[in-house]
């Protein structure tokens, strides 16, 4: 039969006749978005998306069940055929509901896989489950010791019992990845450019990792002996043993990264310097400076920053503070300095802060263990002064309440008229803050802000200066390790795209289809789950461990582990990666929806060969042609039934 000719976007193509549009379109390369369509079933047109405009006749149809005639003009993208399908997505999407990814994952700044690695665990495959942790968390021994785990916070878990120990299930599988000697990741070709990275705490190793792996040569260079930054020099042994960022660092030397250590950005080396051999720079540069009490007697001998207290102890030049230490602050530098002092002999150790312990920054667990081990807290209360006496250090201190909160969400401490004390100590320890010291001068053309941190494009972490990018405590104030980590691997993905000559801007965040927050999944979603206590991670009792520096927890045994592991309740889709109706919704700029429904027609039915979530469901017709394909006394093909469905509510009964 004669060719049909026709022009669509303008591209003059000629086909076989009898083909719909959407066919034609797609035998010659031309997209045209569509949900319910499959090459293998009969079009039923249900979805709308596949719509498009015939020229000449002002007529919007579904591409997928119109022939193609003579002549024809198509056009399938314009802005009134893209808001029509938004409209349609949005139609759609009212209708399904359901968690693409779990809220552990969405409030995990490093957008870790979660369920992906929790589920590996459960199953014993430890190696896939660093694996799958490391495609965002290069670094996980340390992370699985010293992160907050907010992912914890928003664990569905809360809504049977507790939530499961994440954190501790991401430190067991970096521990059982180091014993079993993984391999490293595959690189990609050499692509000839090279990157300097300034500072080898979370933000810079993480961004050499995933520069690494993209094929490009990597030097790091940092003031310290060792690699590590703050993790280091900054957290106590006896949370973070020096062997354990050893192993999260080793697979970076191995994939060929040079370290120049001892080296100061600004003093021995700078970008102008750099820039003779290096294509681009990623300034990582931590938080390691002390901020001032500014109150008279600071200066004073027998007074120290907890930074710099802790940087003595890391390096064994830390001395016996005296029979009292008073710490002032109430972040985990001033917990971490307090259990420190106890470990080096302190015989009493009292931490003084100015808002009460549930306002203290700190991580919660280690205000904890710092109270089990001894450690008093002084609250509402802070300094005014300290003087020296015959005894050793007078702190004049006054009492505080709270009042209205203040720009950090936080009730302001404000002083109670009359109530000025005194307490001695032989040392105090100042840990009220932190920030960067950047030489500016060693990379000029970078913009600062009144804080002093380098400003970036939020979507690339670059800098005023193209071919500089920045991220960690330089561009955020001190933060936290995991958000460190966060900015370093978005920081290498940019610098990757920048050398290979496109725009470093980051992909449009996909959509996100939720239940709403951790306790508004419907009620039969929780009581799915059999309830099974948390299983507690073994650690050395504390008047054991106030006087060791050995690592006071040792971590799940195997079989906790994979018992821990099978508390998680599975939250992220199955088909997440795989979702059409979530690249179309993505593609086309739909908002992320949080759950408003009712639920009333939850249910989540695995007693046959697949697994079905009806609140998934989008009524595209898709299963039933499938089945209908398959002919009469024909067995359906499951796995066809699995892999045609575009919205996740048929997957396989286990993942």
């Not at 900015?487 to 795209?497: K, N, S, W």
Request: net charge negative; glycine share 10%; aromatic share 4%.
């Amino acid at each position: 039969m004669k060719p049909v000719t026709l022009t669509i976007d303008g591209r003059r193509i000629s086909v076989e006749p009898g083909l719909s549009i959407l066919e034609a379109a797609r035998g010659n390369g031309i997209h045209i978005p569509t949900l319910c369509f499959h090459e293998a079933l009969p079009s039923r047109g249900s979805c709308w998306l596949c719509i498009v405009e015939i020229k000449g006749q002002n007529r919007f149809i579904p591409g997928c069940n119109t022939a193609v005639s003579e002549g024809m003009v198509v056009e399938t993208s314009n802005a009134e055929l893209d808001a029509m399908r938004r409209q349609s997505l949005e139609r759609i999407i009212a209708v399904h509901c359901g968690d693409c990814l779990g809220p552990c994952e969405l409030s995990c700044p490093a957008g870790c896989n979660i369920p992906g690695f929790v589920a590996a665990i459960a199953s014993g495959r430890d190696v896939d489950a660093v694996r799958i942790i490391r495609q965002t968390i290069p670094l996980p021994g340390i992370l699985g010791r010293v992160c907050p785990a907010p992912c914890e916070d928003a664990c569905r878990r809360h809504g049977v019992d507790e939530p499961v120990s994440i954190c501790a299930l991401k430190r067991f599988a970096a521990d059982q990845a180091t014993a079993d000697e993984p391999s490293l990741p595959e690189r990609q070709a050499a692509s000839g450019k090279k990157v300097a990275i300034v500072g080898a705490g979370p933000a810079g190793l993480t961004a050499a990792w995933f520069l690494l792996v993209a094929g490009h040569e990597v030097t790091i260079i940092d003031a310290n002996e060792k690699a590590g930054g703050m993790m280091r020099y900054g957290i106590p042994k006896f949370r973070l043993p020096d062997a354990v960022i050893d192993a999260d660092v080793e697979p970076i030397v191995e994939m060929g990264a040079r370290f120049s250590l001892s080296t100061e950005f600004g003093r021995y080396i700078d970008w102008p310097h750099l820039k003779q051999d290096h294509d681009a720079l990623f300034l990582s540069i931590g938080a390691a400076s002390a901020s001032p009490l500014d109150i008279p007697g600071e200066e004073l001998e027998g007074v120290v920053s907890g930074i710099r207290f802790l940087r003595d102890s890391a390096s064994g030049a830390a001395q016996n503070p005296g029979r009292s230490v008073i710490v002032v602050g109430g972040g985990n530098t001033a917990i971490d300095a307090a259990r420190t002092a106890l470990r080096l002999g302190a015989g009493s150790v009292t931490v003084m802060y100015r808002r009460g312990r549930d306002e203290m920054p700190a991580n919660r667990i280690e205000i904890e263990e710092a109270v089990a081990e001894g450690v008093e807290l002084l609250l509402l209360s802070a300094p005014l002064e300290i003087e020296k006496t015959a005894d050793g250090l007078a702190v004049k201190a006054i009492a505080m309440r709270l009042g209205e909160a203040d720009a950090s969400g936080r009730r302001r401490p404000l002083p109670v008229e009359g109530s000025e004390f005194t307490i001695t100590a032989d040392t105090v320890i100042t840990a009220t803050g932190q920030f960067v010291r950047l030489p500016a001068e060693a990379a000029p053309g970078i913009g600062v802000d009144r804080n002093g941190n380098v400003r970036v494009r939020s979507g690339s972490m670059q800098t005023d200066v193209p071919e500089i990018f920045a991220g960690g405590d330089c561009v955020t104030g001190p933060d936290l390790a995991i958000r460190a980590v966060e900015q370093g691997r978005l920081a290498a993905e940019a610098i990757d795209r920048f050398l290979r000559g496109l725009s470093p801007e980051g992909p449009v965040r996909a959509f996100n289809s939720s239940y709403g927050e951790r306790d508004q999944a419907p009620s039969r979603f929780y009581e799915r789950a059999r309830p099974a206590a948390r299983i507690p991670v073994p650690e050395l009792p504390a008047m054991e461990r106030r006087r060791s520096f050995s690592e006071a927890v040792s971590g799940y045994t195997p079989e906790d582990a994979r018992n821990e592991a099978l508390r998680c309740l599975q939250c992220r889709c199955r088909a997440v990666d795989d979702c059409r109706l979530r690249d179309l919704a993505t593609e086309f700029g739909v908002a992320s929806c949080p759950g408003t429904e009712t639920h009333e027609n939850f249910s989540i039915d695995s007693s046959g060969v697949v697994r079905f979530e009806r609140e998934k469901c989008v009524d595209c017709g898709i299963c039933v042609r499938t089945i209908e394909s398959s002919g009469e006394g024909q067995a359906v093909a499951y796995t066809e039934l699995i892999e045609n469905c575009p919205t996740g509510a048929i997957s396989g009964r286990k993942s």
